[in-house]
Structure formats: C-alpha cells, structure tokens
C-alpha cells in the first residue's frame, strides 16, 4: 500500500487489576485517550505487511545495538502470585512473533475504542485495528531503540495446561498487558503529546491491560 504509516500518540490506559504488579490503586485517573495519526517523515517505502507483521525495515544496527537486542530478547520479568504467574517479554522482530504481535493489536484496538461514542463502534475498531498494525509494524523493527513490551498471566490452576506458545515452546498463557518503552532519540515516538517530553530519554506509552484482568 502507498500510503505513508502512521504513527499513534495514546494516553496510557490505566490497569484496575488488583493482582498485577503495575496497576497503582491511589493512580490518578488518566486523561481521555486519544488519536494523534501524523505520516512519517520522508522515508524509504516498505513494503505492505499483514497487520503487524514481522517488524518493519529496521534501523542500521551496529555491533553494541547488536548485543543490545540480544539481550533485550533474552529480557523476561516473571512475577508468582499465589493465584497465578505473570510473565512480561519484549515483542521480537521476527516472524516467531507475528502471532503474539496479530493478538497485541486486537488488545489495543479494543482498549482504544472503549471511550470513543461517535462512531460506529464496528466500523471505528476496523480503522484502529489497520493503524495500530501498521503502527506495531513499524515499532518492532526499531529494536534495540525501542521495545512492546508483552505481559502473559497464567492461572495457578492452569501453569500446566496448553494457552499458547512462547519461542521456546512453553506455555506463556493468556496476553493480559503491554507497553511501549522507547529508550533513545532513534526510538522516540514520532508524535509524542505535549508536553514532549526528552527524546534523548526512556519513555513509556502506549499502556492497557486487557479488560478482564482490571480491577
């Protein structure tokens, strides 16, 4: 498709879940969320992906962006509640994770279209869903820059039952929540919300946690 990518400027979604680590009880509420669609800067075409698709051109990566990304895929933060387990990773560049990344943007979609009572909410959920995977596209080929970062919750009853596939084969559960983090200026958003915050910085956006695990 001809048309230039966009990119997403969303508040972040705040988590009411009472058994995810990241889901303050005394958090202000957010503002309303909304969408800020601006065309990338002049860029080389890319070539049309499905949704979300294995990430996009990329950046030039040199030997210590190299290492980075390694080990940014080898990053898990792993979480025992009594009740169950929550794993959170970085969405990786390859086709290994088109899946998971086809399941982020349905997350996504969704959590953005909750507020929005003007259009047809069928209708508005197709548009987000189209933004959102070309938008995800982009991000995922902008590692180590930037990462989507993806929280899988797994049920204590249920840690040896089948619910998806991880890269290794094991059982990572349900999607539960994600976030994008941008760590330097090649990561930064490309239409941040005022104020803009320092593009030479870590910054984390783009934040939701799926509907049946808040509280």
């Not at 669609?37 to 294995?54: D, E, I, K, N």
């Not at 950046?59 to 387990?85: I, M, W």
């Not at 047809?120 to 995800?136: C, D, E, K, S």
């Not at 970062?149 to 059982?171: I, K, Q, S, W």
Request: glycine fraction near 8%; aromatic fraction near 8%; proline fraction near 13%.
């Amino acid at each position: 498709m001809a048309a230039s990518p966009a990119l997403l400027s969303l508040a972040p979604a705040v988590s009411r879940h009472p058994h995810l680590p990241f889901s303050p009880s005394h958090c202000p509420r957010p503002p309303p969320r909304h969408l800020r669609l601006t065309p990338l800067a002049a860029s080389s075409p890319t070539p049309s992906p499905s949704p979300a698709g294995s990430g996009g051109g990329g950046v030039f990566l040199s030997p210590s962006a190299l290492t980075q990304l390694d080990e940014l895929a080898a990053f898990r933060y792993e979480h025992a509640f009594p009740h169950g387990h929550l794993t959170v990773r970085a969405l990786g560049r390859g086709p290994n994770d088109d899946a998971v990344a086809e399941a982020l943007v349905r997350l996504l979609a969704n959590s953005f279209s909750e507020t929005v009572r003007w259009a047809p909410a069928q209708r508005y959920a197709q548009l987000l869903t189209f933004v959102i995977g070309r938008y995800l596209y982009e991000r995922r080929g902008l590692a180590p820059h930037a990462a989507v970062l993806v929280g899988f919750y797994r049920p204590a009853d249920a840690t040896e039952e089948g619910g998806g596939e991880g890269e290794d084969g094991e059982d990572e559960g349900e999607m539960a929540c994600t976030a994008e983090v941008s760590f330097d200026e090649m990561g930064a958003p490309g239409a941040p919300p005022t104020p803009t915050p320092p593009l030479e910085f870590p910054y984390m956006c783009n934040m939701t946690v799926k509907t049946s695990f808040r509280r």
